[in-house]
């Protein structure tokens, strides 16, 4: 009888398995890691440094809004923060639900952003937050107002333009991030433009600047085609005090506003400096073949200091963006790639708003102060720390406002 051996062919099967790689097993089902703080929720409430945030977060019962299933990032003030805004325990403890819930939901953006997210893009980033008010007009019945946030993380973190110090390492949870800092947030104006200039003793050259050269081109066009424009896109009046298409170019205007010791240190005293240099330069209004539009000296000077974003906002109208005070100091557009903002190269009256500077302006940062630059002539940018006692920067839903104490005159 013929016998088989199997010994050896049993230990080359051994020494095969053996040899096997890890990826050539048998694939079992893989279990997701536990983050180490749970929930937003639960982080918030074992954050030793946010105990007076989640009091009051807990008082008001907002753990039901931080939906499990989405992504929340909560900028939550310090207790050492909040106490320095005044909100002490005491005061949260006392303050109507009404007012501790606006100051708390504001804190809350509706996504999660970590690091990245708030450093790659050139501006800031605009992002919805849990607050909501709800408002009654006799005419328009009721309407909510959702509030905007706009992020920026350039080392500290800007939030509407204003710098806020990071206070502690980011948080990580399993809807989102929690980031310690250390100011309380203040909400942006809700008002138009033309609102502020005309509510700023200091700026009320610029407002008549504004006025006499809204005046002038409306006086042209009213005795070339007749009295048909009392108010419209001519005018700087009408749009610094509306809500404007979401495709008109720059919706969202940044200006520098000129006070009137930046007016007076240029020679310009009272309105009739204003209207006389209107008047001085070259011959404004249509040329011969009706398509461009000359502008007056003084459209030059008042319109060199307002900036429409060319390059972000015209170029991409699907996302319009705001140029904020932290945006100007950061690599981008600090002598990066947005560094220079053009205005529309066309002079046709109704293409977009009224800017027709072919140059742009340059911008430049030191020590996080700003500065703007138009052929060799340097304005600084005075920046206000805290939002909550601002004075010269004021961020609105239609635009930005910061007041400098220069005009870039002569005009060359």
Known sequence: MKRIHYIPVLLLLVAWTSCLRPSDSDIVSSHSQPFKDGSLVTALSNAP????????????????????????TIFAPTDSALMAAGYTEQVLNTLPEDSLNKLITYHIATAAMDETAMQGPAV?????????????????????????????????????GFTVPAAGER??????????????LSTIRQDFLLDIIDQEPDLSM???????????????????????????????????????????????????APTNAAFKAAGFHDHEDLVQFAKSGAHYGYTDDFLTFNQTPLD??????????????YKNTAFPVMVLYGDLTTPAINNGVYNIFWAISS??????????????????????????????????????DNARTATRNFVTPYGALYKVDKLFYPIH
């Open 49 to 72: 440094s946010l105990k007076l945030f989640n009091k009051a977060f807990t008082r008001l019962g907002l753990a039901h809004l931080v939906d499990s299933g989405r992504g929340y």
């Open 124 to 160: 800031s980033i605009k992002v919805a937050t849990l607050r909501s008010d709800t408002s009654f007009n006799q005419a328009t019945g009721y309407t909510v107002n959702n509030y905007f946030l706009y992020v920026l993380k350039a080392g500290d973190f800007f939030f509407n």
């Open 171 to 184: 948080i990580s949870a399993s809807n989102g991030y929690i980031f310690p800092v250390g100011k309380v």
């Open 206 to 256: 610029y407002r008549e600047a504004l006025a006499v050269n809204d005046s002038i081109r409306v006086d042209y066009f009213n005795n070339t085609f007749g009295d048909a424009l009392s108010d419209s896109l001519l005018q700087n009046a009408y749009w610094l005090s509306h809500q404007m298409n979401p495709l008109s170019r720059g919706y969202f205007p940044t200006l520098f």
């Open 300 to 313: 030059t000077l008042v319109g060199r200091m307002m900036l429409y974003n060319y390059s972000l906002a």
């Open 347 to 384: 002079n046709y009256i109704f293409d977009g708003f009224n800017m027709h500077l072919k140059d742009g302006l340059q911008f430049s940062a030191n020590d996080g102060v700003a500065s703007m630059t138009w052929h060799n002539m340097t304005i600084t940018i005075p920046h206000d």
